[in-house]
């Protein structure tokens, strides 16, 4: 049975005793404990049921390597499912439960997939679920859902706070074992600004567990000197429950920090996501201990070699009263002299190798152990908790030598390095046959925008493992001056890769050889793969799930792919490594979002005019981050009512628009108008200075993505408009093209929507009301159609657009934003004569339609192109390419059977319903009927006296005057005949008057 010793544990402290739950049973742990720790010392083996099989599962690790000893923490607002046991710390009060079974953790009904095994091996999932058809809705896929995910989804609103941070640093450190610790020193001391971050609550790594000495004093005397030092250098962060999720481009480092989970509602933030720009990073995160693939490896009580040590040395617990030790290696007799030195029994430590004569074993059999060479384990005895072992050649099939009595296995496979974060941004591995390991290859390193390297692995995580090459290979990681610390620790032989126990094992022992406990992937699994044609290390783990449970595969993965590689009959490098990818740990979704939840989970932007807006009546519509003035109600009026009002008003006088929220652009440089003429789909180099001139942008792929008024400001500078949604999009747009593509055009560009605001005046009186403002000239002759003037207008600043989206006789003043509700109030007084009327975003839609103008986001879906809106007038003949051309010319894009844009009007005068699709003859293999076209825009027009709308419809330039039915419902149908989609004013002559 675990327990807890009687002495020693070098992290916690035993005068604060803490109090914690798991399953409702009451236990006890101390303050430095994790979870895990505490509930080993409370002979809690069994915390959790594997996912597929619900096979027990017990800790096997000690840090975030963990796959199996995931538990739902907390309660009510507080609650997180797959807390890792042995990276949580504990705290007193702390609430736990067991994941993945039912009803209860000892007795599972989901345990009778265990015996059903055979049926359920890897890819079963793709060969099952089909038949019969019906069975898929009612049948298989609730039982899949009800079976998928291990934890419960929280149920309650997450009281705890989270939070953004940033910091530059010249160096960013990871890992704060004696790596970190000595790359930050030797950099620290070279005036460096040096972020140093450990992803545990405690410095030192595995030097202090395994008792190296270093510059003559234990490892764990030199850390805390060390830490002293470091924390009195003024250049110098030091972060520690701090993990690296993910490095980037740029340098661009991604750190998690866990401020208060060990002291929940202390009123500090939860969680911290740290963004860090830094000059370098060194990863020096360290390695990661393997398992061995033996039968009954995943029965609880079977743990890493270097995880027990670390809780006989860390925390003073007893996985077992007698362990028995297998290993391919040297350091695992590490564990062996750990445990004798807590007066626990070790009956043998199984070594695999034919000799192990090097120092570490000779001390053990120097203890009394017997050392059984050549050997290896052909499987253990137990199910809920380990008993014993059965001992066999490693050489053979697993016949059975003897049997020995055990309640704990602590395996070593050898060790893998960390690499996740050298290979995020391309950094790439070597395979070092000696050590059987993949390591950073130095040739190879993840570069930055200049091609140099960007980052540096030093120490375990660059794939050395004895603490003097350690300390020497991080001193000159970062190029340290004088001599890097020394130390002293035990010689070790080679290790013997062993990818299966024994070698020669048949099919009844490969089938309970585990290599991902949590996704209950074997050995024989990935040799199935292999049988089926899965070559690919990325399809095996895609059709096995090996190394796609939460810790991903970091112990995992470099057993399967070397198991893949035996079936596959070739050298493991030639099989390579799956895709690591951020983060390296989970992190939660409150770091994420950090603050921005409830009033500010989305900026709310206002118009300099919104106060106005507000109090008078504005019916509020979310566009993008912003809110628009949907209408403005009168009292005792209707939504429909106000609308239709403010149509009149536009149609027979004037109406105030503000438009303040449309995306404003500036796009600068001697390149700028070669640019644009890639963006839109016609020229806008050729564009005169004060004219404008409408223009579509598409993506790569073809489909319209935005559309607006260009306007060309002077020689090399033009502004842009956009969309009210798509400004910050089409920005980002342009930017990526700049930085990734175009990255040696002189182009400049910003956004700067916000610093104006923009007011449409349109109607009959437009002119009228503006000149009674005075200050410029506005009649037609002096300013014509798709022209702009820069002036004052009543003593206000003002950039003056002739451009129209109403049909009307409109003008679009832009003034600076300061200036925008002074500019407003002003409007509204010079108007009265007038009676001018603000309008809404439904006013102005009605309005477009009826002059058939697109709204993307309406006529757009992100399958249209804008020859389907029967915009190819907007396209040029005379340049060779714009962003998608090419994609425009396919034989799908051009074929005369697409849907295109008409205008639709019902017999009855009725309004269509938005979304509706026309029915058409014949079902599709589904059963539905096949349809022709759908309703995109439909408006009751108060201007017509009925209902009007927009369609896109087979063929439907060429159908005009045909009726179609689009059914709505009920059993009834709407008919509607196909129409010009201009419905007023056709010649536009109302807007050019």
């Given amino acids: 049975m675990s327990t807890r010793l009687q002495k020693g544990g070098r992290l916690i402290d035993r005068s604060r005793p803490m109090s914690f739950s798991f399953n409702g049973r009451r236990m006890q742990g101390y303050a430095g404990d994790t979870l895990a720790s505490a509930l080993l010392g409370a002979d809690q083996m069994m915390v959790g049921r594997s996912f597929k099989y619900h096979r027990p599962r017990g800790i096997v690790a000690s840090g975030a390597e963990e796959p199996n000893a995931l538990v739902g923490m907390g309660e009510g607002g507080r609650f997180e499912p797959n807390q890792r046991t042995t990276t949580t710390e504990l705290f007193d009060g702390a609430a736990t439960v067991s994941q993945n079974h039912w009803p209860s953790l000892e007795f599972d009904v989901g345990a009778i997939n265990n015996k059903l095994y055979r049926f359920l091996p890897a890819g079963f999932y793709y060969k099952t679920f089909m038949f019969p058809r019906f069975a898929w809705k009612h049948v298989f896929e609730p039982i899949v859902r009800q079976s998928a995910g291990l934890g419960k989804v929280p149920q309650h609103r997450d009281e705890d706070r989270y939070e953004y941070a940033y910091a530059f640093a010249d160096l960013v450190i990871v890992g704060g074992g004696i790596a970190g610790i000595a790359a930050a020193l030797a950099a620290g001391r070279q005036g460096k600004r040096v972020w140093l971050i450990e992803q545990t609550a405690h410095w030192g790594g595995r030097a202090v567990v395994d008792g190296a000495q270093i510059d003559g ?578 003593g206000f600043r003002a950039r003056v657009y002739r451009i129209s989206f109403s049909g009307e006789l409109s003008y679009e003043v832009a003034v600076p934003a300061s200036e925008g509700r002074a500019f407003w109030d002003a409007l509204l007084k010079a108007g009265e004569e007038f009676g001018v009327t603000p309008y809404g975003t439904e006013a102005m839609h009605i309005m477009r339609a009826e002059k058939g103008f697109i709204m993307i986001g309406d006529e757009t879906d992100g399958t249209v192109i804008p020859q389907d809106l029967n915009l190819g007038w907007a396209i040029s003949k005379k340049k060779g390419d714009y962003l998608g051309k090419r994609a425009q010319e396919r034989s799908h894009m051009v074929d005369p059977e697409r849907w295109k844009l008409v205008g639709l009007q019902t017999l009855d005068g009725s309004v269509i319903p938005d979304g509706a699709y026309a029915a058409a003859e014949g079902v599709n293999p589904n059963g539905q009927r096949n349809v022709q076209g759908r309703v995109t825009s439909t408006y009751f027009s108060p201007t017509l006296g009925h209902g009007i709308a927009m369609g896109l419809v087979k063929r439907g330039p060429d159908r005009m005057g045909e009726v179609i039915e689009f059914p709505v419902g009920g059993g009834r149908t709407v008919k509607a005949r196909i129409v010009d989609p201009v419905f007023f004013d056709k010649d536009g002559g109302k807007q050019n008057v």
């Fill in 217 to 794: 004093r234990d490892a764990d005397a030199w850390v805390k000197d060390a830490i002293e030092t470091l924390g009195k250098m003024e250049n110098v962060t030091l972060r520690t429950r701090t993990m690296a999720s993910g490095l980037y481009d740029h340098g661009y480092v991604l750190a998690y920090e866990r401020v208060a989970d060990h002291t929940p509602g202390d009123g500090r933030p939860r969680h911290r996501l740290w963004r860090l720009r830094a000059g370098h990073v060194v990863t020096a995160t360290g390695a990661i201990e393997r398992t061995l693939s033996f039968a009954g490896n995943d029965i609880p009580g079977v743990m890493l070699a270097s995880a027990v040590r670390d809780y006989v040395v860390n925390w003073a617990v007893s996985p077992g009263d007698r362990t028995v030790i297998v290993t391919n290696n040297d350091d695992a007799y590490r564990t062996a002299l750990a445990l004798l030195d807590a007066g626990l029994v070790v009956p043998a430590v199984i070594d695999a190798r034919s000799s192990a004569k090097g120092e570490l074993p000779e001390a053990v059999r120097a203890r009394g152990v017997r050392v059984l060479e050549g050997k290896g384990i052909a499987k253990v005895k137990g199910a809920r908790r380990v008993t014993g072992v059965s001992v066999c050649i490693q050489a053979g099939e697993g016949s059975e030598l003897e049997a020995i009595a055990c309640d704990a296995v602590a395996m070593s496979g050898g060790w893998s390095p960390v690499v996740h974060l050298w290979s995020h941004c391309g950094g790439k591995l070597i395979w070092d046959e000696a050590q059987a390991m993949f390591r950073p290859d130095p040739k190879r390193p993840a570069t930055g925008e200049d091609g140099a390297a960007m980052v540096t692995a030093a120490g375990a995580a660059n794939g050395i493992l004895t603490a003097h090459e350690i300390l020497a290979d991080a001193h000159q990681a970062v190029g340290g001056k004088g001599t890097a610390p020394g130390a002293v620790s035990a010689a070790e032989a080679p290790m013997m890769p062993v990818w299966i126990m024994p070698q020669g094992a048949g099919p009844a022992l490969r089938m309970k050889m585990w290599l991902d406990p949590q996704n209950d992937v074997k050995v024989s699994d990935v040799q199935l793969a292999a049988r089926e044609g899965y070559e690919s290390v990325e399809h095996t783990k895609r059709y096995t799930t090996l190394g796609m449970a939460t810790d991903q595969g970091k112990m995992s993965n470099i057993n399967g792919l070397a198991v893949l590689s035996d079936a596959l009959n070739r050298p493991i490098p030639a099989t390579g490594t799956t895709t690591f990818r951020p983060p390296y740990t989970p992190i939660s979704m409150g770091a994420i979002a950090g603050e921005a939840r409830g009033e500010i989970f989305q900026p709310l932007r206002r118009t300099p005019i919104h106060d106005w807006h507000e109090t008078h009546g504005a019916h509020w519509e979310p566009v993008g981050q912003w809110r628009r003035a949907y209408t403005y109600l009168r009292t005792g009026e209707g939504v429909h009512d106000a609308v239709n009002r403010e149509i009149r008003a536009v149609r027979n006088s004037v109406g105030l628009l503000d438009a303040s929220t449309l995306g404003k652009l500036i796009v600068k440089g001697p390149d700028a108008g070669r640019f644009l003429d890639m963006l839109y789909t016609n020229m806008m180099s050729t564009l005169p200075v004060g004219k404008c001139r409408y223009g579509l942008m598409c993506t790569e792929n073809g489909f319209l993505t935005d559309d607006g008024v260009v306007v060309r400001l002077s020689g090399d500078t033009w502004l842009c408009h956009t969309t009210t949604g798509g400004a910050e999009r089409i920005h980002g747009w342009m930017e990526d093209w700049l930085q990734c593509e175009w990255w040696d055009w002189k182009v400049y560009t910003a956004n700067v929507t916000e610093e104006y605001a923009q007011v449409a005046v349109a109607g009959p009186n437009a002119r009228k009301l503006l000149e009674k403002l005075g200050g410029m000239e506005l009649s037609k002759e002096a300013f014509p159609f798709m022209e702009w003037r820069e002036g004052t207008l009543g």
